[in-house]
C-alpha cells in the first residue's frame, strides 16, 4: 500500500514556475516533479556517500630544499614552456 503525506513548502516563484511548466510539458503533475527532483537528489547523496573519500598523501622528503618555487608563476611558465620544447625555451 503506497501512503503519501501532505506537507506545505515554500519555495521561489522562479522554482514554482519551472516546475509547473515542466510539469505541463511531460504531462506529469507538480508534485510527481518535485517528488521525482527529490528522489534525484536523494539517489545522488547517497553515491556521493558511497565513495571512498579522497586522501592526500604527504610525503615529508629528505628536508632539502625544492627544486621550484611553485608560488613563482612566472618561473612555472617557464618550466613548463621548457620541457614542452624539449630543451630550454630562452
Known amino acids: 500500500m503506497l501512503r503519501c503525506v501532505r506537507t ?6 522562479d ?5 509547473k511548466q515542466r510539469a505541463a510539458a511531460r504531462g506529469t503533475t507538480f508534485a510527481q516533479e518535485v ?6 537528489e536523494l539517489q545522488t547523496s547517497k553515491v556521493i556517500g558511497d565513495e571512498e573519500p579522497f ?8 628536508g632539502s630544499r625544492a ?11 617557464h618550466l613548463m614552456d621548457t620541457e614542452e620544447l624539449g630543451g630550454d625555451a630562452e
Do not use: S, W
Request: charged share 35%; hydrophobic share 45%.
Open 8 to 13: 506545505t513548502i515554500k519555495l521561489d516563484d
Open 15 to 19: 522554482v514554482f514556475r519551472a516546475y
Open 35 to 40: 517528488e521525482n527532483a527529490l528522489r534525484a
Open 55 to 62: 586522501e592526500v598523501l604527504v610525503i615529508d622528503g629528505d
Open 67 to 77: 627544486l621550484v618555487d611553485i608560488d613563482d608563476n612566472r618561473v612555472l611558465q
